[in-house]
């Protein structure tokens, strides 16, 4: 029995990427842009294949289209369908003044000042048909996980994955400083003995990055065990906002401490105890899978050096 257009939509390499493309947008909207079709050739495509699939597809929620329980189930398939067509095609050679796509990048607050940020107008100026999101990295397992599928494109993380698949390069040493309100009782300990230490740090709540052991030093976590009291928080740009007017302190890593410095209404306290440094550092790495990845992270682009 021969198979009506609906039904051919539903199995054509297009259709599987318009399908694909609204499941990682959760916009119409924005996959038609992203796939270069007109928003009402897209609508027009989605409704044959809603017909062709006897199913909604997609339903309207506060935060966009989600799939329906039949698409969740469709999702992988086609992805793995497009995966191997793609795979099939000589690669295109990447010329970033001619590219036009989205990037997805995902990392958090941290990141997104130090690394994102400050190499936007070069991108803007050697690649303005690049559209750069910024997502929140909720996970590691997570980061493997969007980066596996195609959904992301650049990661930038604190630790390593030490995953043969993922090709990942150090962006910098990032070390963590505590961080007080002008006028805070360490500040003048501080400036009168040039150091605090843990026991007169532990007397003032502190904000604190993680409860997690091991990785790198977390001096924060001898002070937890003194019995100050902790609030974990690696929204690291949040805290500030209750340091500035109370006796609280933050453990926050130094690109971020600098800004905040520079507005006058903080003080940066390097070291914490005797002999003892603040934190041995973070390297920060990226994970890249696209030839978009490797341009952004080429020349220079994501290679600012922190100490």
Same mark, same amino acid.
């Given at each position: 029995?021969?198979?009506n /257009?609906?039904?051919?939509?539903?199995?054509?390499?297009?259709?599987?990427?318009?399908?694909?493309?609204?499941?990682?947008?959760?916009?119409?909207?924005?996959?038609?842009?992203?796939?270069?079709?007109?928003?009402?050739?897209?609508?027009?495509?989605l409704?044959?294949?809603?017909?062709?699939?006897?199913?909604?597809?997609? %339903?309207?929620?506060?935060?966009?289209?989600?799939?329906? /329980?039949?698409?969740?189930?469709?999702?992988?398939?086609?992805?793995s369908?497009?995966?191997?067509v793609?795979? %099939?095609?000589?690669?295109?050679?990447?010329?970033?003044?001619?590219?036009?796509?989205?990037?997805?990048?995902?990392?958090?607050?941290?990141?997104?000042?130090?690394f994102?940020?400050?190499?936007?107008?070069?991108?803007?100026?050697? /690649?303005?048909?690049?559209?750069?999101?910024?997502?929140?990295?909720?996970?590691?397992?997570f980061?493997?996980?969007?980066?596996?599928?195609?959904?992301?494109?650049?990661?930038?993380?604190?630790?390593?994955?030490?995953?043969?698949?993922?090709?990942?390069?150090?962006?910098?040493?990032?070390?963590?400083?505590?961080?007080?309100?002008?006028?805070?009782?360490?500040?003048?300990?501080?400036?009168?003995?040039g150091?605090?230490?843990?026991e007169?740090?532990?007397?003032?709540?502190?904000?604190?990055? /993680?409860?997690?052991?091991g990785?790198?030093?977390?001096? #924060?976590?001898?002070?937890?065990?003194?019995?100050?009291?902790?609030?974990?928080?690696?929204?690291?740009?949040?805290?500030?906002?209750?340091?500035?007017?109370?006796?609280?302190?933050? #453990?926050?890593?130094?690109?971020?401490?600098?800004? #905040?410095?520079?507005?006058?209404?903080?003080?940066?306290?390097?070291?914490?105890?005797e002999?003892?440094?603040?934190?041995?550092?973070?390297?920060?790495?990226?994970?890249?899978?696209t030839?978009?990845?490797?341009?952004?992270?080429?020349?220079?682009?994501?290679?600012?050096?922190?100490?």
């Amino acid at each position: 029995m021969a198979k009506n /257009s609906a039904e051919k939509a539903l199995e054509s390499i297009p259709s599987m990427r318009l399908l694909v493309a609204v499941c990682r947008k959760k916009s119409l909207t924005e996959a038609a842009k992203g796939l270069g079709m007109s928003l009402s050739a897209a609508s027009h495509q989605l409704s044959v294949l809603k017909d062709a699939a006897g199913d909604p597809l997609f %339903l309207r929620t506060d935060k966009g289209l989600a799939p329906t /329980s039949a698409m969740k189930e469709l999702l992988p398939k086609l992805e793995s369908i497009i995966d191997a067509v793609d795979s %099939l095609r000589k690669p295109a050679v990447f010329d970033p003044a001619t590219a036009k796509r989205d990037i997805r990048i995902l990392t958090y607050d941290m990141g997104y000042l130090a690394f994102v940020l400050p190499v936007v107008p070069r991108l803007q100026t050697e /690649s303005p048909g690049l559209r750069i999101n910024v997502d929140f990295l909720e996970s590691r397992e997570f980061a493997l996980n969007e980066l596996r599928l195609g959904k992301a494109d650049l990661c930038i993380n604190p630790g390593l994955l030490n995953q043969s698949d993922v090709v990942s390069q150090p962006l910098g040493k990032v070390e963590y400083r505590l961080m007080v309100r002008q006028g805070h009782p360490l500040e003048a300990i501080y400036q009168a003995e040039g150091r605090v230490t843990l026991e007169e740090i532990a007397r003032f709540p502190q904000f604190i990055p /993680s409860t997690r052991q091991g990785g790198y030093n977390r001096p #924060w976590l001898d002070v937890m065990a003194m019995g100050a009291p902790v609030i974990a928080c690696n929204y690291f740009n949040v805290p500030p906002f209750v340091v500035k007017r109370t006796d609280a302190v933050e #453990w926050i890593p130094s690109p971020l401490a600098a800004e #905040w410095e520079g507005t006058g209404l903080f003080t940066v306290i390097p070291l914490a105890g005797e002999n003892r440094p603040l934190s041995d550092g973070i390297k920060m790495k990226r994970f890249c899978y696209t030839e978009t990845s490797r341009f952004l992270r080429s020349g220079g682009h994501f290679g600012t050096t922190i100490d």
